[in-house]
């Protein structure tokens, strides 16, 4: 396989469920990222991890825990979400050199929808 | 923070035209401004970047233009065909930033 690859493409969960999204790349970067995208409204960044470690975390609620396990694997564990939650949650990767944050490569995404 | 205001929501034209999407940004530190395509049921990707330094860039049917000045950057794309139907987003980031901000997008349709 190549390029950034997310499972599952769609999943439905109740409030009360817990789930996991997973992506994988292929393309040795350093740099990996979770983004919510919503109807009508820019990209949202959630997460961000930068040689394994945590470098961002905008204001997410905690309901959304990320996990890093080395270079190639992003997780992003859900817990009792809610209806808002409903998106298409996009997994990226980059690689970085020092401050300079090259091209993203988006997998095809994971489409949650709660109810 | 960085604000990216991106225009059109929608545009169709036909075959053959030309597409124009504008956005504007309000942090006059970034110095990269990157347009990603998404067909439907992909993942965003890139088309085509420009760096703050450079005014234009063209890649076949493909420019972007870049003024600093007024803080706003366009996507233009010439001879248009059935396969530039898509959402296109375009972002602003700043120098030792990790974040990119994106514009909310815009559904181009091509009509044959």
């Known amino acids: 396989e190549t390029g950034v690859t997310q499972t599952p493409r769609h999943l439905v969960m109740g409030m009360t469920n817990k789930k996991s999204l997973k992506c994988e790349q292929h393309?040795?970067?350093?740099?990996m990222y979770w983004y919510k995208q919503s109807a009508k409204k820019p990209l949202e960044l959630m997460f961000v991890y930068s040689l394994e470690e945590r470098v961002e975390n905008n204001s997410v609620p905690s309901r959304f825990s990320p996990e890093c396990p080395n270079s190639s694997h992003l997780f992003l564990h859900l817990h009792t979400l809610q209806p808002e939650d409903s998106a298409l949650y996009l997994c990226?990767?980059?690689?970085?050199?020092?401050?300079?944050?090259?091209?993203?490569?988006f997998g095809e995404g994971s489409r949650l929808t709660v109810l | 923070g960085e604000n990216v205001e991106q225009h059109p929501s929608t545009l169709s034209v036909q075959e053959g035209d030309s597409a124009v999407i504008k956005c504007t940004y309000s942090d006059s530190a970034s110095n990269y401004f990157p347009w990603y395509k998404q067909e439907l049921g992909k993942g965003p990707q890139l088309i085509i970047d420009i760096r703050s330094n450079v005014g234009e860039k063209k890649d076949q049917r493909i420019a972007v233009t870049l003024n600093k000045t007024a803080k706003h950057f366009s996507l233009h794309i010439t001879e248009t065909q059935p396969e530039d139907s898509a959402v296109y987003f375009c972002?602003?980031?700043?120098?030792?930033?990790?974040?990119?901000?994106f514009g909310t997008g815009t559904r181009l349709t091509i009509i044959p």
């Open positions: 393309l040795g970067h350093n740099a």
């Open positions: 990226a990767s980059s690689q970085s050199s020092g401050l300079n944050t090259g091209e993203l490569f």
């Open positions: 972002a602003a980031k700043g120098f030792g930033n990790e974040k990119l901000t």
